[in-house]
């Protein structure tokens, strides 16, 4: 698992969401709170009514400088009333808890997680960042039903990935070097095709959903003009080339904001 560094992060403040906003609303027609609630079936949410609270955690490598600012931005970007603890790790959550927020966002280098306290429910960053990138794809690629998707990396972003893929009938080609864990994967969802060798099924399949660290991973001979990619991995799986190749507006990535208004939208949700 890759552990953000303060330079990954240090450029999401309010200002720089704005551009990404636009960014993101040119790739996929939909701004970031449209894209919010287009993950819990555009259920009517007043972000506004929602007290979030981001506790910086000391435990492990430790705090990165910026991380608990990137996401308290981009809560307070999509409307949410946020602040982020004056005390660190367990007396950050105590704090949270006396200011009655619904939700506590922490992370550890381990695992990044949201508590909504009400509707005691947790939803962990790698589940709804599957799910961010794989709609993110889905709306600029417009339509995905029957379609080849092709996702590389099946832990647990990419799993995620997968289970949105098939809900929405699209065909789901996995790829990975663990050759154990695409076993299990099929075994769970059997649908799925397994493939072991890129070079034989690129560019071919248009689609492409990069869940796993792999530095220069897809080349240039892998795409063309109608490729779309969506990675929510660092370093991007793509070569300087390949990536000059596809149109910018084919091509979804950024290190938190997804996953981030991902996690919240999901953990706010009141269907199951
Ligand atoms: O509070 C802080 O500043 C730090 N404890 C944040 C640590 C952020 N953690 C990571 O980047 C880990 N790799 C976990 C991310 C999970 C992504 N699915």
């Avoid at 990396?153 to 050759?179: M, N, P």
């Avoid at 769970?188 to 792999?214: G, M, T, Y």
Wanted: glycine letters at 6%; one cysteine or more; aromatic letters at 10%.
């Amino acid at each position: 698992m890759t552990r953000l560094t303060s330079d990954d992060i240090a450029h999401i403040n309010l200002f720089y969401l704005k551009d990404y906003n636009s960014e993101f609303k040119a790739r996929t027609g939909k701004t970031l709170l449209e894209f919010a609630q287009y993950l819990i079936e555009d259920e009517k949410i007043d972000f506004g009514k929602i007290r979030s609270a981001v506790v910086p955690i000391t435990s492990g490598k430790g705090i990165i400088p910026g991380f608990s600012e990137a996401v308290f931005s981009i809560l307070k970007f999509i409307g949410c009333k946020v602040f982020i603890t004056t005390k660190t790790d367990i007396a950050g959550f105590f704090e949270a808890f006396q200011k009655k927020v619904d939700l506590i966002f922490a992370a550890d280098d381990e695992l990044f997680s949201v508590f909504n306290l009400g509707a005691r429910k947790a939803i962990e960053n790698s589940f709804a960042t599957g799910k961010a990138y794989a709609a993110a794809l889905e709306l600029v690629a417009k339509n995905i039903e029957n379609k080849e998707v092709l996702v590389i990396g099946v832990g647990k972003v990419g799993i995620s990935a997968i289970k949105y893929f098939l809900e929405k009938k699209a065909r789901v080609v996995i790829f990975d070097r663990d050759k154990e864990r695409l076993k299990l994967v099929k075994k769970e969802f059997s649908s799925v095709r397994i493939e072991s060798n890129l070079d034989s099924i690129l560019p071919e399949i248009k689609l492409i959903l990069i869940a796993a660290p792999a530095k220069d991973l897809i080349q240039e001979h892998h795409v063309n003009y109608e490729t779309i990619i969506a990675c929510p991995a660092i370093p991007i799986g793509v070569t300087k080339v390949a990536w000059k190749m596809i149109k910018p507006t084919r091509f979804i990535h950024d290190p938190l904001q997804l996953g981030v208004i991902s996690m919240l939208a999901l953990s706010i949700k009141n269907k199951s």
